[in-house]
């Protein structure tokens, strides 16, 4: 009973039993080891994202522009592959961009020290603003020719996607729990003040987590690309609204001081099961009606960890006395 | 020299002077620019973003954030809309209104009575509140018969528009209710301490916004004469960027209703810019993410 307020992954771990549970009662198929992997790797560039976005939460920031500049870095990886580069040329290219982007983002964050929302809402405008530029006039989908077959059989035809997301989240989870920046990153989120007072450098760590952010959110560009087999200029539309939801639900902090990118995977994994489960069910407006239950999801669960932030703090006075 | 030195700078002279040098250099290069389609063009562009805007400025000052107000436009237009269309025109009006201030007290009561960051309970808001309403319409459009071509008609959006923004300042500079939402934004603690109920001005200010909401869906609709559920996609970062370009603060307690006036004038002028000078439409975006930042940084230089 005390782990159900002790872990802050409990809401979420609750919620994705609870979905698995009552979709596999109540609807037929659900069931299918291969068809429930299928469906969570639809989610794996989400999941990529989510894990940048636990970082950048977790130090009291938002980053809002991450679906744009997954945007934009597909769109360049599909005019690059389209105008005849190499495959890894235009990979590390969509690579650069997205770094460029979070150096863009950490630039006026860290060191302009202007208000995260501010600067991610202008780049997220940018970042799409531009892709639409460098695609072309009236192109809303660049084919990618059959140089790029390797990436796509690897992302569309196998579960790469899933193991790099994989690799990303234990990267992350590594990098949070068990390295100096991790803890820098949770101090600044849970205090600034207290941090710089303690020596920490707050503008390097800011900058080197929109950076990594950014980056990542690259690689989950060329992801994209490999999995719908072309550039599209909306790639990414909406994607940081889901995956901050992801976050939210898996327990990191909006305030900032408390992150777990497990909560994270696990919020991106409640969500993947949420889509599997209403569209199985054949209702019409899927789309609708996923929305929906993201929003009382996430309204429920951002209560719910209040509760159990409540409940630990009584247990704690409690074995105080 | 004294003199000079005592006056203080109003904090929104410097983007007024950019919006008045970016009209000055459009009215001397284009001369259609000045014409009274073109000025009645720019009216009703910035009609449903601007009455956004002066609900997401007190917002804003109170320290919040609302993401959920073009979902709130869009259902209280589908809800308000489907009675117009049925004849029922007054009533119709009535209901728009009212779903609008629903949507608001549901983001307020989460905020307070949730205590919820106001982030996360208006996307959570934003979530319901959209799937709702194309739901509920069903994704058909909504045709409204000219019954509300009189707020749509020639410069009434822009005359409407201007009302909001006047009455807007009048209840931020000139009411109670205008202090207490700088007061909880500047110091939500002191505030209280001073006997200011942070509860009740939030849930004012969340309502206020969903009211508005519904009268820039009446005022949309009005200028369309039809609606659909994705019209406004665009709306809600469209306010946030017009309160932020104006020079109200994120972090809550310092901003005024003209400093997000001018910052709609900005936006807008430079969509319709980009028009005139023949800019590829596309590059708009990147334009006012570019202006975003120049305004954030000019505060902050400001400030020093």
Redesign the interface.
């Known amino acids: 009973m005390r782990l159900l307020y002790t872990v802050k992954e409990s809401p979420v771990i609750v919620l994705c039993v609870g979905l698995f549970v009552c979709f596999a009662l109540w609807v037929p198929n659900f069931v299918d080891g291969f068809g429930i992997l299928d469906d969570v790797k639809q989610y794996a560039s989400y999941a990529i994202l989510a894990v940048g976005l636990t970082l950048i939460i977790g130090s009291a920031g938002?980053d809002i522009s991450v679906g744009s500049v997954l945007g934009f870095s597909t769109v360049l990886f599909g005019c690059a592959m389209a105008r005849g580069a190499g495959l890894l040329q235009a990979s590390l290219l969509a690579l650069f961009a997205g770094t460029v982007w979070g150096a863009i983002n950490g630039f006026?964050v860290a060191k302009?020290?202007?208000?995260p929302?501010?600067?991610t809402?202008?780049?997220?405008?940018?970042?799409?603003?531009?892709a639409?530029?460098i695609a072309g006039?009236g192109i809303s989908s660049i084919p990618l020719p059959a140089s790029a077959s390797g990436l796509v059989n690897m992302t569309y035809g196998s579960y790469a996607p899933l193991l790099l997301a994989l690799i990303v989240a234990v990267g992350g989870w590594l990098l949070l729990a068990k390295t100096p920046l991790g803890r820098y990153i949770l101090a600044v989120g849970s205090n600034e003040e207290a941090a710089r007072f303690s020596g920490i450098d707050v503008a390097a760590t800011k900058y080197s987590i929109y950076v990594i952010t950014g980056f990542l959110a690259g690689l989950a560009g060329i992801v994209t690309a490999g999995m719908m087999n072309t550039a599209i200029t909306d790639a990414g539309l909406g994607y940081e609204?889901e995956a901050?939801?992801a976050v939210?639900i898996g327990g990191t902090s909006?305030?900032g001081g408390e992150a777990t990118v497990l909560g994270s995977i696990l919020g991106v994994v409640a969500v993947s099961l949420l889509n599997r489960g209403l569209g199985l069910l054949g209702i019409n407006?899927l789309e609708?009606?996923r929305?929906?239950c993201?929003?009382?999801i996430?309204?429920v669960s951002?209560?719910l960890d209040?509760l159990r932030k409540r409940a630990a703090r009584i247990s704690a006075r409690a074995q105080a006395a | 020299m004294e003199v000079i030195r005592k006056y203080k700078m109003p904090r929104e002279l410097p983007i007024l002077l950019f919006l008045i040098a970016m009209c000055a250099v459009l009215a001397t290069t284009k001369s259609t620019f000045l014409s009274s389609d073109n000025l009645r063009a720019m009216g009703t562009d910035a009609a449903g973003i601007g009455i956004l805007a002066v609900g997401m400025t007190a917002v804003i000052i109170t320290g919040g954030i609302d993401l959920s107000v073009a979902a709130m436009l869009a259902l209280s237009a589908l809800v308000g809309g489907g009675l117009i269309s049925g004849g029922q025109t007054a009533a119709g009006c009535g209901a728009t209104l009212a779903t609008g201030v629903a949507c608001g007290a549901f983001n307020g009561g989460l905020i307070t009575l949730g205590r919820m960051p106001p982030i996360i309970a208006t996307l959570g808001a934003l979530y319901i509140i959209q799937s709702t309403a194309t739901l509920y319409s069903g994704g058909q459009v909504v045709y409204i018969d000219n019954r509300l071509s009189l707020l749509g008609g020639g410069f009434v959006p822009l005359v409407v528009t201007l009302m909001v923004f006047v009455a807007g300042h009048v209840v931020m500079r000139f009411t109670r209710l205008g202090r207490h939402v700088y007061a909880i934004g500047g110091n939500e603690e002191s505030a209280r301490l001073a006997g200011i109920s942070p509860a009740r001005i939030k849930m004012a200010v969340y309502m206020g916004a969903g009211l508005l909401a519904g009268l820039a869906a009446l005022v949309t609709m009005g200028i369309n004469n039809t609606f659909q559920a994705n019209d406004v996609s665009d709306y809600m970062l469209g306010a946030i960027a017009a309160v932020v370009i104006g020079g109200t603060s994120i972090m809550g307690g310092e901003g005024s209703v003209p400093g997000t006036m001018i910052g709609v004038g900005i936006s807008t002028v430079l969509r319709n810019g980009a028009i005139l000078v023949g800019l590829d439409a596309r590059w708009t975006q990147a334009v006012i993410g570019a202006a975003i930042v120049i305004a954030a940084i000019a505060d902050r230089l400001r400030r020093r």
Not at chain 1, 121 to 130: E, F, I, Q, T, V
């Open positions: 938002i006026f302009i020290k202007l208000q929302i501010v600067v809402l202008s780049s997220m405008a940018a970042a799409r603003g531009l639409y530029v006039q609204f901050i939801t939210l909006i305030s407006d609708l009606w929305m929906l993201l929003g009382v996430l309204i951002v209560l209040q």
